[in-house]
């Protein structure tokens, strides 16, 4: 029997053989190096998880951080501190082999080189695939490949969950690893097939890909459907997916400890967003936050197939799902999400609030828990309802919403509105509708912003603004009431980990929309007298939008913007000194106004900074500095 030197020597596949061909037929030789990778790459068979006796492959632990449970199986594991790590210390370098970015973006020589060579036969299989599909795709032949061609990446593999048992027995995601195998097994079967030693290798049963490998390709969809994650840039706009063995170890929490911060396109640091006592565990978050906790659970099982404990879902109450006194704000006892879902037109378990001693039986509570049910059922059905006017379109979805809830368990509506929510879009025709709505919730109190399904609503709403020109003073305000609910009413008190303190370009929506809005102002003939929008601020509107956006771009700490602020900042300053103001205006009665203007009550301003609540109740605050105004 031939020894596999001996067909290496045979087949022109031995180190020197190939290296000698890299300055010759470049082509050729990384065409016959995936040949012997293939050949004689070993290949791991992955037990289900409770059985792996795996010891893990430890490249991490160091001074700062370690890996625990590296004797138990996978899924037992995580990596906790060594030592007190104060917020805002980087704790992990990432540079991802395997990635797949939405736009061009470096990869590794190797990537490059193998997929050049695979591409005729990969694109055989991947133009009818949708661009989620594609994207998962190619991010497991590059998984594949670096697991080929990279030591530390082939040792670190075996560290991860494959989740293979849960896998098999759910049948959307087995049907979908089954799509996907076949196009990743028939892309280097033809690539085999199409070279002549590659050829000569597989009719032999010599290449281990033909034989059990297959099951391994069955493996590496499973570790890479539960250990991806989302890579963003440095606006937190995605940049496309990424499996990193060290990362993947960081389990979750719906409070995590820490997050992701990009420095470039190809790396990636781990930075704690909260104090990390020694021997803590660090965690980062796998689902979106600030949702109801039967939605996270939900995520989590059907994604990750586990259930959180974490603290935020043990609370006896749920900050994302409640209703609220509509005079000083207090969380009062109301049903719950799940009950909400069994019986939609409950309204109070509690008639007076504790803290004010508010009279909580008014008509205002069961007007906005209709509101509310009818932008459920908005998530669920998406319906422009054409052939309604807009009162009987509110009737048309209160009545479904009712009917589904009949029709359906909880846990069937719970996943009809995680789908839902990930294809949100409010259909153009209800726009004003549901702003009409939206402000009457806003004004009336009775619930956060924060809270399910507004927060869904109000992210709508800003994101189907954004990118658009100013058409009117009307439409200036409305967008700028709009953006600062998100961010100041949503975004920031719905991050209970402090993770947005660590994203330097926080601001930067909203400076950019308050500059297009004093361009407005300034381009446009607009009469002093009867403009809405110059007659905010008691005719100061000009120098409020100037010194909030000086403010806020001032924030702003990324070395892609620096240049583009600069400029912005002088020209807000050239025209704040030529504008007539009645006095000179200071930066907390700006913001003070701004925040008034949007029905904001969660945040207090003083002469060095701003405060913002959190849905937990907590202080988050944003310092004022001399060089902060103009």
């Known amino acids: 029997m031939s020894t596999q030197t001996d067909i290496l020597i045979t087949y022109q596949l031995t180190s020197n053989s190939i290296e000698s061909l890299k300055s010759v037929d470049e082509s050729e030789y990384w065409k016959r190096k995936l040949i012997e990778l293939l050949l004689t790459r070993s290949i791991h068979i992955f037990p289900n998880d409770e059985n792996s006796t795996q010891i893990v492959y430890d490249q991490i632990s160091n ?26 210390s980087v704790l992990l370098t990432i540079n991802p082999l395997a990635a797949y970015y939405h736009d061009r973006a470096k990869q590794p020589e190797f990537i490059v080189k193998f997929e050049k060579v695979l591409q005729p036969y990969i694109t055989t299989y991947t133009k009818t695939l949708n661009q989620y599909e594609k994207g998962l795709t190619y991010l497991i032949i590059r998984v594949f490949l670096a697991y080929l061609y990279d030591d530390e990446f082939h040792k670190k593999i075996p560290n991860l969950c494959t989740h293979q048992k849960e896998i098999r027995f759910d049948i959307g995601k087995r049907h979908f690893s089954d799509k996907l195998k076949l196009g990743i097994v028939s892309s280097i079967k033809d690539f ?68 992701q911060i990009t420095n470039d396109c190809n790396e990636f640091q781990i930075v704690s967003t909260l104090p990390i006592n020694n021997g803590e565990e660090l965690t980062v978050t796998y689902v979106s936050l600030g949702m109801p906790r039967e939605i996270r659970q939900f995520e989590l099982f059907s994604q990750f197939y586990f259930r959180c404990s974490c603290s935020l879902c043990v609370l006896d109450y749920d900050p994302f799902f409640c209703i609220q006194c509509n005079k000083c704000g207090n969380k009062v006892k109301s049903p719950s999400f799940k009950l909400i879902l069994t019986s939609p037109n409950l309204i109070m378990r509690q008639h007076l609030c504790t803290i004010c001693l508010n009279n909580l039986n008014q008509s205002i509570y069961p007007k906005n828990i209709k509101i509310r049910n009818l932008f459920m059922s908005l998530v669920i059905f998406s319906s422009n309802g054409l052939s309604f006017n807009d009162q009987d379109y509110y009737r048309y979805l209160s009545k479904e919403f009712v009917s589904y809830i009949e029709r359906f368990t909880s846990q069937e509506l719970i996943r009809m509105l995680v789908d839902g929510i990930h294809q949100f879009e409010i259909p153009e025709i209800r726009t004003n509708l549901v702003k009409e709505l939206m402000d ?64 330097n370009c926080l601001f930067l929506d909203m400076a950019d929309l308050l500059f297009d809005i004093i361009r407005f102002i300034i381009n446009s003939d607009l009469n ?11 005719g100061n509107s000009l120098g409020v939008f100037c010194q909030c956006a000086f403010y806020f771009y001032k924030q702003v700490k990324s070395i892609f913007s620096e240049e583009e602020i600069e400029d912005k900042l002088i020209e807000i300053m050239e025209i ?55």
């Open 192 to 259: 085999l097939i199409g070279h002549e030693i590659g050829l000569t290798l597989f009719k032999k049963n010599l290449i281990k890909v033909s034989k059990k490998n297959w099951k391994f390709i069955d493996d590496l969809i499973a570790i890479v459907f539960i250990n991806y994650f989302t890579l963003f840039n440095y606006q937190r706009q995605e940049l496309g997916i990424a499996l990193d063995p060290d990362f993947a170890l960081i389990n979750h929490s719906c409070i995590p400890n820490c997050c």
């Open 63 to 88: 001074n700062r951080i370690s890996i625990f449970g590296q004797k138990d199986h996978p899924g037992k594991r995580g990596i906790l501190s060594k030592s007190y790590t104060i917020s805002g």
């Open 528 to 538: 002093p007298q009867t403009d809405s929008i110059l007659g905010l601020f008691n």
């Open 576 to 630: 704040y000194d030529s504008w007539v103001l009645n006095h000179k205006l200071t930066l907390s009665e700006c913001l003070k106004a701004l925040f008034e203007l949007a029905n904001l009550n969660n945040i207090v301003v003083s002469d060095n900074k701003m405060s913002v609540k959190n849905a937990m109740g907590d202080i988050v605050d944003f310092r004022m500095d001399r060089d902060d105004f103009i």
């Open 440 to 503: 009457v919730v806003i004004q009336d109190k009775a619930f956060p912003m924060y809270s399910f399904p507004f927060s869904i609503i109000i992210r709508e709403l800003d994101l189907a603004d954004s990118g658009r020109r100013i058409k009117s003073s009307k439409d200036a305000i409305d967008r700028l009431r709009i953006k600062q609910q998100r961010l100041f009413g949503v975004d920031i008190p719905s991050d209970l980990s402090s993770m947005l303190a660590f994203d």
